[in-house]
């Protein structure tokens, strides 16, 4: 293709090179002999000139035709010509206006102030003026490379035998043909000219500038408006449009070819971003993109949950409303009425979500526009179980026998399985939260406490005490100390007996009410004989009362000061018989040893001694020692007789000695009708009858005393009285002991008491055991 370029204003071409005419120094040089101009411009001739160095100073200068003058002083010429000479000896002539009559030869003169120094650059400039003057640039070929543009461009004027130049990007080029290869990258811009006029160049072609868009209407555009958009590029030679949508990842299409793309009713999903390109033979330039933000209202919102499987406690997590709205819509989080957050970013977050953040959400999304919400999406979190909390019913007192409900509850998602322990002990396991006592014992008191399990976790209820109240079980009773309860020593009785609530106790003696209280204890600081007895106790609450079996408490005791009597009360005779009696109070029985002071043996055992022939040498005291394993007691007596006063038996002794037998009788009466009713036990020793004071015995027991013809020692009996003793136990009670001493002389001769018979002079005696009986005696 071709382009034409018409030379007008100060557009001239020079046709020739420059130049050089002088000699011995002195010359003028012009920039170029021939010069094209068309009608109406304006031309400017350039020159330099130089002189010898002897020349001092240029006294004029100015342009002249070929016949002389001055080009100034020609009318033709008035007020078109103007000269432009400086210092570095250069000097210009400019026409303006041109004519066709200009066309002359112009030349350049200078004048030194040196006599014949003179010159004038000869030949001259030789200017056509023509009435029009083309200069034409083509493109012949374009070869678009990789890195650049391939450009075989041509120029033409209509100008005889014309130099050009090439200008690129405002500089020259050394090509100075008619024909150019331009290699072209964006922005580069080409033009040619005549040599000498590089400055009255072609237009200058180029590829396509970066393409502006611009939008119409340029306010917001809505939904459904009609909107154009236009493009637009500086370029020579003319560009073509092509409209573009960016698609990210995909291959654009063209959507529009030419300067104008327009939508005719836009929508929503028109926005975006569009660009154009702008192409000629020399380049293709491509627009920024331009952004198509099309508004409108919500649409329906959608609701995320990330994570989107399980959600457990403790865990984070964020929900997101998202809605397509332009501009951005705000949106407002809701867990049912409760609003929970607002704002642009459409996320609630649970940093760490817990079980009381369950519940049904949903979101609002608004702008200026309009407003919609989200449906409804239920956040379920999982989380194992709280701490359970343990219910009874009924809620009051327990009472023994009552039907009783445990009820474990707590909170778990999901639901939980239950374990239910008494202590250690594992009662019930799985989804029921209750257990249940259809009749409540007392070994069901005790501590309870549940286990609530889901795969989640697991945790322990708190212990409750389940407090089953019932009337006391049977009563205890015990003693301390457990064994032997001495006289004077502390002695303490406990009643125990399983009740709830806890017993009050009363402590009874026999028929006697001893002590009421709490505490269930009796205690004897300093027990005493008398405290002997039968004990027991009472149990009782608000459910009911039960009594101990009978305790019997043995009070043993050392034997208290015997008390001893002597029958006859009176005066003794010599020969009569003296019967001595001592009793004492002691717990076991007491044994009963009578001795003569200054004597080491014993005289007798028993409680009853009996002198048959009491004599003057019997006189003296006589005392009697009371012993079991607790102790020992003695009393004294005096016995007096005067020597011969032994003839005559005074009646206070016959009567005792009445008394006496009558007794001895008596018991003898009781134990034949007895032996008629029970075989005879065999016979027991005093010390076995006094160790086993429970079992009486009706068995006798009996001593033989022989006398000697020649008797005369006097003959002793011991006699152990029940009636002497303080009444303790009935098997204790008839309790007799006997003694009957004979004593022998070692000779018949009366007085001659030193010898003996072989027999052992000791006191012989018997012990018998009396059944209970008040006033009846068994006599051996």
Same mark, same amino acid.
């Given at each position: 293709m071709s382009l034409t370029a018409a030379a007008s204003g100060f557009v001239v071409f020079l046709l020739s090179v420059p130049v050089i005419q002088g000699q011995n120094g002195w010359g003028v040089t012009y920039t170029s002999t021939q010069i094209c101009a068309s009608k109406g411009s304006t031309v400017d001739i350039h020159c330099t000139y130089t002189y010898p160095s002897t020349v001092t100073n240029i006294t004029q200068t100015f342009w002249h035709l070929v016949d002389g003058r001055d080009v100034k002083t020609v009318l033709e010429y008035t007020g078109r010509v103007q000269y432009y000479c400086g210092n570095n000896k250069t000097c210009t002539l400019r026409i303006s206006d041109l004519r066709q009559s200009d066309s002359v030869e112009y030349r350049f003169r200078f004048i030194t102030n040196q006599a014949g120094g003179m010159w004038s650059g000869t030949p001259g400039v030789t200017l056509s003026v023509t009435a029009y003057l083309a200069l034409q640039m083509g493109v012949n070929k374009v070869t678009v490379n990789p890195s650049d543009t391939e450009a075989e461009l041509s120029c033409n004027s209509s100008c005889s035998k014309p130099s050009y130049v090439w200008i690129?990007?405002?500089?020259?080029?050394?090509?100075?043909?008619?024909?150019?290869?331009? /290699?072209?990258?964006?922005?580069?811009?080409?033009?040619?000219?005549?040599?000498?006029?590089?400055?009255?160049?072609?237009?200058?072609?180029?590829?396509?500038?970066?393409?502006?868009?611009?939008?119409?209407?340029?306010?917001?555009?809505?939904?459904?408006?009609?909107?154009?958009?236009?493009?637009?590029?500086?370029?020579?030679?003319?560009?073509?449009?092509?409209?573009?949508?960016?698609?990210?990842?995909?291959?654009?299409?063209?959507?529009?070819?030419?300067?104008?793309?327009?939508?005719?009713?836009?929508?929503?999903?028109?926005?975006?971003?569009? #660009?154009?390109?702008?192409?000629?033979?020399?380049?293709?330039?491509?627009?920024?993109?331009?952004?198509?933000?099309?508004? /409108?209202?919500?649409?329906?919102?959608?609701?995320?949950?990330?994570?989107?499987?399980e959600i457990v406690e403790g865990s984070s997590v964020t929900l997101t409303c998202s809605s397509d709205a332009n501009p951005a819509a705000n949106y407002t989080w809701y867990k049912g009425n409760q609003t929970l957050a607002q704002g642009p970013g459409g996320i609630h977050r649970f940093t760490s979500i817990?079980?009381?953040?369950?519940?049904?959400?949903?979101?609002?999304?608004?702008?200026? /526009?309009?407003?919609?919400?989200?449906?409804?999406?239920?956040?379920?979190?999982?989380?194992?179980?709280?701490?359970?909390?343990?219910?009874?019913?009924?809620?009051?007192?327990?009472?023994?026998?009552?039907?009783?409900?445990?009820?474990?509850?707590?909170?778990?998602?999901?639901?939980?399985?239950?374990?239910?322990?008494?202590?250690?002990?594992?009662?019930?396991?799985?989804?029921?939260?209750?257990?249940?006592?259809?009749?409540?014992?007392?070994?069901?008191?005790?501590? #309870?406490?549940c286990k609530s399990e889901n795969r989640l976790g697991w945790i322990n209820s708190t212990s409750r005490f389940i407090n089953v109240q019932y009337a006391p079980k049977t009563s205890s009773v015990s003693v301390i100390p457990p064994s032997e309860i001495v006289e004077g020593s502390s002695v303490t009785l406990t009643c125990s007996s399983d009740a709830n609530p806890a017993a009050n106790y009363t402590w009874y003696k026999e028929n006697q009410t001893l002590l009421h209280g709490p505490g269930g204890i009796y205690h004897f600081m300093s027990i005493r004989s008398e405290d002997s007895g039968n004990y027991y106790c009472k149990s009782e609450n608000q459910h009911g009362r039960i009594n101990s079996t009978s305790r019997f408490i043995d009070v043993l005791y050392a034997p208290k000061l015997p008390s001893v009597s002597v029958c006859p009360s009176g005066k003794i005779v010599e020969g009569s018989s003296v019967t001595l009696a001592c009793s004492s109070d002691a717990n076991p029985a007491a044994k009963y040893t009578w001795y003569k002071n200054n004597v080491d043996s014993p005289k007798a055992s028993g409680q009853i001694f009996i002198i048959t022939d009491f004599r003057a040498e019997h006189s003296g005291n006589y005392y009697c020692e009371a012993q079991n394993r607790r102790g020992r007691q003695n009393s004294t007596l005096h016995l007096d007789v005067r020597a011969g006063d032994w003839i005559l038996i005074t009646a206070g002794t016959v009567t005792a000695i009445l008394i006496v037998v009558i007794l001895i009788a008596a018991w003898?009466?009781?134990?034949?009708?007895?032996?008629?009713?029970?075989?005879?036990?065999?016979?027991?020793?005093?010390?076995?009858?006094?160790?086993?004071?429970?079992?009486?015995?009706?068995?006798?027991? #009996?001593?033989?005393?022989?006398?000697?013809?020649?008797?005369?020692?006097?003959?002793?009996?011991?006699?152990?009285?029940?009636?002497?003793?303080?009444?303790?136990?009935?098997?204790?009670?008839?309790?007799?002991?006997?003694?009957?001493?004979?004593?022998?002389?070692?000779?018949?001769?009366?007085?001659?008491?030193?010898?003996?018979?072989?027999?052992d002079p000791a006191a012989l005696y018997s012990a018998v055991n009396n059944p209970p009986q008040k006033n009846g005696y068994q006599i051996s």
């Open positions: 690129k990007n405002g500089q020259k080029v050394p090509e100075e043909a008619s024909s150019y290869t331009a /290699y072209l990258n964006p922005g580069d811009s080409i033009a040619c000219a005549l040599k000498g006029q590089e400055k009255y160049h072609t237009p200058l072609l180029y590829a396509p500038k970066v393409p502006s868009v611009s939008v119409s209407p340029s306010g917001e555009i809505m939904n459904s408006s009609s909107v154009n958009l236009n493009c637009s590029s500086d370029a020579n030679i003319v560009a073509n449009y092509t409209w573009y949508k960016k698609i990210p990842n995909q291959n654009e299409k063209p959507l529009s070819r030419g300067p104008l793309l327009n939508f005719s009713s836009i929508q929503s999903s028109d926005s975006g971003q569009y #660009y154009c390109t702008a192409e000629n033979q020399l380049g293709r330039r491509t627009s920024e993109y331009f952004l198509i933000n099309v508004k /409108y209202g919500p649409n329906l919102p959608s609701v995320s949950v990330s994570p989107s499987a817990s079980s009381k953040d369950r519940g049904n959400y949903y979101c609002k999304s608004e702008n200026q /526009y309009g407003r919609i919400n989200s449906t409804s999406l239920f956040i379920d979190v999982l989380y194992a179980p709280k701490l359970p909390s343990v219910s009874v019913s009924p809620s009051a007192e327990i009472v023994e026998g009552s039907s009783v409900t445990l009820t474990c509850s707590s909170d778990a998602n999901p639901a939980a399985n239950y374990t239910w322990y008494k202590g250690n002990q594992t009662l019930l396991q799985g989804p029921e939260r209750r257990y249940h006592f259809t009749s409540i014992s007392s070994k069901d008191s005790g501590n #309870y406490y003898l009466w009781i134990r034949k009708k007895r032996a008629r009713k029970q075989p005879s036990e065999p016979t027991e020793r005093p010390d076995s009858a006094q160790k086993q004071p429970a079992e009486p015995k009706d068995n006798l027991h #009996y001593a033989s005393v022989h006398f000697s013809k020649t008797q005369a020692d006097p003959l002793y009996a011991n006699t152990t009285m029940a009636l002497a003793q303080k009444p303790r136990r009935e098997e204790e009670v008839g309790r007799v002991e006997y003694s009957i001493i004979k004593l022998k002389n070692g000779s018949t001769a009366p007085g001659n008491s030193s010898q003996e018979s072989g027999v």
